[in-house]
Nanobody, 121 residues
Framework: VQLVESGGGSVQAGDSLTLSCAAS????????MAWFRQAPGKERTLVAA????????YYADSAKGRFTISRDNRKDTVYLQMDSLKPDDTAVYYC???????????????WGQGTQVTVSS
């Protein structure tokens, strides 16, 4: 499974961005998907996750109320809508696929190359 993220960029605090992750697999709808992020000098942490059907989602406290994860199984794509961005959201954002929703990066099987999000004040 190959995952390719897009949609990152440099924005001002309060702006919005939507990240996309396109998967190259015929079995996309069998994977749970997640977005992690990693800031310089910090560990990679879960931002949001969604199960295979889209019926179950999970958000880190930092993302609740501002970020929305969704997926389109017809397009083999998962999205992360990010609103009210803050400078603390600055990080490389990674898309990942696995067989269960987990807060641990070790539990996911496939990773994209990451996309940079920079939020300035």
């Amino acid at each position: 499974v190959q995952l390719v993220e897009s949609g990152g960029g440099s924005v001002q605090a309060g702006d919005s961005l939507t990240l996309s992750c396109a998967a190259s697999t015929d079995t996309f709808d069998s994977y749970d998907m997640a977005w992690f992020r990693q800031a310089p000098g910090k560990e990679r942490t879960l931002v949001a996750a969604i199960n295979w059907s889209g019926g179950t989602t999970y958000y880190a406290d930092s993302a609740k109320g501002r970020f929305t994860i969704s997926r389109d199984n017809r397009k083999d794509t998962v999205y992360l809508q990010m609103d009210s961005l803050k400078p603390d959201d600055t990080a490389v954002y990674y898309c990942t696929a696995g067989t269960s929703i987990s807060r641990s990066s070790r539990d996911y099987d496939y990773w994209g190359q990451g996309t940079q999000v920079t939020v300035s004040s």
